[in-house]
T-cell receptor, first 110, second 115 residues
């Protein structure tokens, strides 16, 4: 157990909808990363926040956005969902260079 | 952009066999290197890491990896696998100096250990 929690574990929704995925850190972790894992794209970095500020962006679609709140939990918002957004979404918290992953949210868009 | 290649997509072997998984990356600068393991239905767990120093690093569960700078490689090894090593293994690279410390992952290698 990494100590990083993610909710919900599973999410099934329809195309065109909007969802919010939540991630909570271990104590003291300031940096949060979001990754998408899909069969065709593999594991891809989406976005990073550090202590509430956006630090780096990867292959994140404009329909997707994220936030990190003062209590350091983070949310990933996915809107106008398409079938191709079905994937596992992981968050990871880091102290220094090591990243500790949450259990993931499996999103299914129907 | 940097990339990470894992040469084998699937590996099937018997218990007690030796395992070696290849990983090559394309980035000319200094990097941190990682191997993660994902057991069926579980999250990514850090197996081992290389930041600097001795290029042969030891991780958890009897795994080790060797960094060969001249070959841009970071291969994972285990002398004798167990059925419980059935999992997907990911190599990841973090280039130093890039914005943030994002990880670039290889495509993963699914390992099936037959009892």
């Amino acid at each position: 157990d990494s100590g990083v929690t993610q909710t919900p574990k599973h999410l099934i929704t329809a195309t065109g909808q909007r969802v919010t995925l939540r991630c909570s850190p271990r104590s003291g972790d300031l940096s949060v990363y979001w990754y998408q894992q899909s069969l065709d794209q593999g594991l891809q970095f989406l976005i990073q926040y550090y202590n509430g500020e956006e630090r780096a962006k990867g292959n994140i679609l404009e329909r997707f956005s994220a936030q990190q709140f003062p209590d350091l939990h983070s949310e990933l918002n996915l809107s106008s969902l398409e079938l191709g957004d079905s994937a596992l979404y992981f968050c990871a918290y880091a102290q220094g260079y090591e990243q500790y992953f949450g259990p993931g949210t499996r999103l299914t868009v129907t | 952009a940097q990339s990470v290649s894992q040469h084998n997509h699937h590996v099937i072997l018997s218990e007690a066999a030796s395992l070696e998984l290849g990983c090559n990356y394309s980035y000319g600068g200094t990097v941190n290197l990682f191997w993660y393991v994902q057991y069926p239905g579980q999250h990514l767990q850090l197996l081992l890491k290389y930041f600097s120093g001795d290029p042969l690093v030891k991780g958890i569960k009897g795994f080790e990896a060797e960094f060969i700078k001249s070959k841009f490689s970071f291969n994972l090894r285990k002398p004798s696998v167990q059925w419980s090593d059935t999992a997907e293994y990911f190599c990841a690279v973090n280039p130093l100096g890039a914005a943030g410390n994002k990880l670039t992952f290889g495509g993963g290698t699914r390992v099936l250990v037959k009892p």
